[in-house]
């Protein structure tokens, strides 16, 4: 009977330590972040302030604590994409955004890069994408960078599919997109590359301005 | 889903863009927004609590009330605002979901009120969330088989069918031995039986002083055999009979032979049966007599006589596995403890532990604390192994023993709350019903009020100083009594009118426009005399005006009587006033509702008889 009952005692004081863990990650939590004022957020971007007001309302809501961590961003895009998996495309948005690389990102750091995207010049945009596509930033775009995020992309798309995704669509994606953009051939893109080549193409400029009434 | 983040939506839609470089074929055009101004303000004021959101916020889920257009419904234009006559308390957790896409329940409201709210503003509750939805869903269950408790009460005490068959009268007489005398009888019969063949069971081993020609004392069975196998006998029958009626009636004869009661009822009168068949035979008598054990089976058929041994009974079967727990953490507790003591007192001499299971009654009677002491250890490692025994024995017996009473008396408060609200049902009904006569009654009122003012003076009705609504209400059973070309009338004058028709002509032939709703009327009138069944309808009114009235509420309206009845019609109505003006007292309303039949009326229409049939064209609704 002792005996049970030491075995008892002896599991309970093993779980002590993991409950002291959930403590510590809540009070991390705690911390919170307030932007700067609404006339420098206003004279920083390109939006107005009311504009700026829903924006951070909507910010706020989600994540009251004032910055976004990655789990919280994928959690949030992944509601608007229910049918696939979206956390690697998220990702990747997520360090588009988190400029600052410090893992989490500020309400600043949004609203700066919303402005871009739907505030900013033709030039802005295709910047801010290509370092979207630049997964490691280091000023190339290779084969396996564009094979991922293609991926990502059909990822968000999920199973159920017509007609049905087979396995080599991505890459036949990745060779038509350097098919288009790389022009002297050397295996990568680079930034100027890519805003030429997408300054070419009719439709991708027709494209990047339908996200301009967004707001 | 995407509701709850629709602020986000812009960033979504911003971060295509890195769709726009892989795709190959161009993008759809985007929707055109219809509203492109601001997102303003709303203020929904609910019952004077004023609540303010975002247009936006509301509109995020267009499928209910304040998402769409039926909120301008409610749009109070003085005040700019949409006004919900509706709890501000309630609204507070609607108007939350919007907020934060999560919808709560507040554990300290009652359940229907929050489904009601829930209902109007056109929020399925299955989206509550998950933190909130398991108290919902018991509080909503609890409900549910509330009302069910009403309404299978309701059904068994009132709903009789005049044709249930023998059989099913049989099953109910024998499930609920309340609804008429002869099953009461039963009850107490069979009771009574049950407790005398448990008495001579006892009784019949009790020494009986010695007997004339033995020298040992005798038990009273073996003195006077023959009383007790008569009163067995008796007894015997007494069940068997029992057993073969329930057979009978049984509505499901195979559920009927499986169930438990079933199973005990065979079980105590087999032995007797057995008995009979194997006597003098000594091989098996022996085992005879362990049939006889049998006998005191006979004291669970208690249990249809007694709720609270069936709560314990249920209780038992719903703890099965805290006693099966129970009874697995002994048997490991006593084979530990009985091994541990037989080899400490292996060594001792002249130990009574001679083998494991020897000293497993040891451990038995120490664990439970008993401690009869006839196995006593005597070394000093049997003593303290026996004190260990005894200390764990406490332990291990009281940890599942809670459980099982918190079980019983969850079960036992449940029963008790069943019955105490089947007894506060009548009074509830009563109040119920009399708030219902108190409108009819005050309807009556004013009728011979205004009427005979009316009558006196040929002027308008005049109405004294009811408030608006009740002249309102008077006025429209006053155009109801018009359209039908019946009246409104107490219980009493119904009862003299029916009197009256049932004397004048018992030859009355049935109608065909009783033929054509028999379904009404019987249900009418059945009510109230369960016994008897009804050929003639004349002889429903007979009865029912003798039997106790019980609940009525319907409201029959029978077809208009032909024309040369009408004048006889406007005769009675002057009787009928007069009636109701002789009896002021009533306290209950009734109007009253009877066939008309068209074929006999040109016969009756000359007999003296005729105007008090027709008196009894009254339509009636009976409220007790």
Redesign the interface.
Known sequence: MGAVVGTLTMQTSQRQPSRDKIDDELEMTMVCHRPEGLEQLEAKTNFTKQELQVLYRGFKNECPSGVVNEETFKHIYAQFFPHGDPSTYAHYLFNAFDTRNNGSIKFEDFVMGLSTLLRGTVRDKLEWTFHLYDINKDGFINKEEMTEIVRAIYDMMGKYTYPALKGDVPKQHVDAFFEKMDKNKDGVVTLEEFVLACQEDENMMRSMQLFENVM | ??A????????????????????????P??PR?KRRG??GLIILNVSGTRFQTWRNTLERYPDTLLGSTERDFFFHEETNEYFFDRDPDIFRHILNFY??GKLHYPRHECISAYDEELAFFGIIPEIIGDCCYEEYKDRRRENVERIQDDEENDNNKDMVLPDMSFRETMWRAFENPHTSTMALVFYYVTGFFIAVSVMANVVETVPCGSGPNRAKEVSCGERYVLAFFCLDTACVMIFTVEYLLRLIAAPSRYKFVKSVMSIIDVVAIMPYYIGLVMTDNEDVSGAFVTLRVFRVFRIFKFSRHSAGLRILGYTLKSCASELGFLLFSLTM?IIIFATVMFYAEKGSSASKFTSIPAAFWYTIVTMTTLGYGDMVPKTIIGKVVGS?CSL?GV?VIALPVPVIVSNFSRIYHQSQRAEKRRAQKKTRLARIHAAKSGGANAYLQYKRNGMLASKQTGQALVCKSNPTFETQHHHLLHCLEKTTNHEFVDEQTYETSCMEVSLAKPSMSRSSSLSSSPHGLSSCCTRRNKRKSFNVPNSYMADGRRSSIQELSTIQIRERPMSNSRSCLNAKFEETVHLNSEEQSYITAAVISMPTPPVTTPEGGDSASSPNFLQSNIVRVSAL
């Open positions: 889903m995407a709850g983040v629709a602020a986000w939506l812009p960033f979504a839609r911003a971060a295509a863009i890195g769709w726009m470089p892989v795709a190959s074929a161009p993008m055009p985007p927004d601001q997102d907020r934060t507790a260990v764990s332990l």
